[in-house]
């Protein structure tokens, strides 16, 4: 791997197409301060001129992904603090839902307020089986950030969504995978396997179907039936004008 962004508290690697985004605040179990909010916009921002890039990892070092927002900042100076937060940070939401990646939440740990809030963001979650998920925003006063009242009542429906926010459900890793939260669950052991063989699965696919796919997909959350019969024709008559589509064809029909 090769070091691309090295902050005070995010870090990024890159190999191959693959671009793996850590949190290292890790003797606060990465609880997103103002610097670290600052830092994820600067290493997205950056990693949008990479255009060999297609898959964008977000993990966290040490025993958690993310524990929510930095308390002790946030009760210091609850207005500026805040903003400094939540402002970078709806920009990187922006990018991760809009960016040229398949966005992928590998969460070894805890995943708590806008822990939550980034892996209801991304397009596959890999979670080790010690993984918690925690609403965690009302036992501080408040409502949601970081996008999650649109993408978590899509994940796992309106139902549960409101389980978690109103009575305080959390999830462990499979109550997470069978609500739809959590693509796949190992063990501890299986975990960084389990992720290196995502990435090479996605490595290896045609990079504009993985983003045509992710986009055809994001649009059916907010259209009618017909507007996506229309778009789903569009992007299939796009593919299909590329040379891939024939030898894709090709190689299917004719492999071993």
Not at 21 to 44: G, I, S, Y
Not at 140 to 147: F, N, R, S, V
Not at 191 to 202: C, G, I, M, R, Y
């Amino acid at each position: 791997m090769t070091k691309v962004y090295s902050g005070q508290q995010v870090s990024v690697e890159l190999t191959g197409a693959c671009a793996m985004l850590f949190f290292t605040n890790c003797k606060a179990l990465n609880a997103l301060t103002p610097v670290m909010a600052r830092e994820c916009l600067q290493a997205l921002e950056m990693l949008l001129g990479y255009e060999q890039i297609r898959i964008l990892v977000i993990r966290g070092q040490g025993k958690a992904f993310m524990a929510g927002g930095d308390l002790h900042a946030l009760a210091a100076d609850p207005v500026a603090n805040v903003t400094a937060i939540i402002e970078p940070m709806h920009a990187c939401i922006r990018l991760l839902h809009g960016g040229p990646w398949v966005v992928v939440a590998a969460v070894q740990g805890a995943a708590a307020g806008a822990g939550l809030s980034i892996v209801a963001c991304a397009d596959l979650v890999l979670a080790s089986e010690r993984a918690k998920f925690v609403y965690a925003y009302a036992d501080i006063a408040t409502t949601p950030d970081l996008g999650l009242s649109w993408t978590l009542p899509r994940k796992i429906g309106q139902q549960r969504a409101l389980e978690m926010a109103l009575l305080g459900k959390r999830l462990d890793a499979v109550q997470a995978l069978d609500a739809g939260l959590v693509t796949a669950v190992v063990s501890e052991n299986e975990f960084e396997l389990s992720l290196a063989e995502w990435v090479s699965n996605l490595s290896s696919r045609y990079p504009h179907v993985l983003l045509a796919t992710r986009k055809i997909f994001a649009l059916s959350q907010d259209v009618q039936l017909a507007e996506q019969l229309q778009a789903e024709q569009a992007s299939f008559a796009e593919c299909a004008a590329r040379s891939e589509f024939v030898e894709a064809i090709q190689a299917f029909l004719y492999s071993p």
